[in-house]
T-cell receptor, first 113, second 113 residues
């Protein structure tokens, strides 16, 4: 059982470049989300989805897009990378039942120069 | 708005001693509270949760946490610390009907042999 799989593990971008961070889960979870982790700031919610075809903004959505065409996949797109987007990005999913915990991927470390 | 505070960035405990990692929260409504642990270069792992019922909840690796409604706290505890408990610990909160999980800034726990 793979759980939540994120690719790539590391990425370096130049300012202005675009890219997509991939996230896939094999647990048939309805809820999926993206967080960024920065030193001293904990994890901040970027975007989330409660099911295929439904997405919504979190705490820090600017500069990021998401889509949810299938239950399994929830890609995060950086439209025009900025140095402020240098961070570690985590995808997480849950069944969506009340009180169910999040299952996290191992993260993508992104550096924007 | 919901929020979580972890007042200590760093906690050092001697091996074999009891440990406490503090967490306080602020929500409108009844909270769902979670503790997660993060080891280096890994995603977060679920430790335990409080949804309803007994104020003392037990979780993985011998950890437990006590929900205190009057003090709006959910401190993580373990009777006897192990060196392998050294990691970054996050407290998180959400409320019924709101899928968004809000994290604290994390506490780095170091167990000294």
């Amino acid at each position: 059982n793979a759980g939540v799989t994120q690719t790539p593990k590391f990425q370096v971008l130049k300012t202005g470049q675009s890219m997509t961070l991939q996230c896939a889960q094999d647990m048939n979870h309805e809820y999926m989300s993206w967080y960024r982790q920065d030193p001293g700031m904990g994890l901040r919610l970027i975007h989330y989805s409660v099911g295929a075809g439904i997405t919504d903004q979190g705490e820090v959505p600017n500069g990021y897009n998401v889509s949810r065409s299938t239950t399994e996949d929830f890609p995060l797109r950086l439209l025009s990378a900025a140095p402020s987007q240098t961070s570690v990005y985590f995808c997480a999913s849950s069944s969506g039942r009340e009180g169910s915990p999040l299952h996290f991927g191992n993260g993508t470390r992104l550096t924007v120069t | 708005a919901q929020s979580v505070a972890q007042p200590e960035d760093q906690v050092n405990v001697a091996e074999g001693n009891p440990l406490t990692v503090k967490c306080t929260y602020s929500v409108s409504g009844n909270p769902y509270l979670f503790w997660y642990v993060q080891y280096p270069n890994r995603g977060l792992q679920f430790l335990l949760k409080y949804i309803t019922g007994d104020n003392l909840v037990k979780g993985s690796y011998g950890f437990e946490a006590e929900f205190n409604k009057s003090q709006t706290s959910f401190h993580l505890k373990k009777p006897s610390a192990l060196v392998s408990d050294s990691a970054l610990y996050f407290c998180a909160v959400r409320v019924l009907g709101n899928e968004k999980l809000t994290f604290g800034t994390g506490t780095r726990l170091t167990i000294i042999p």
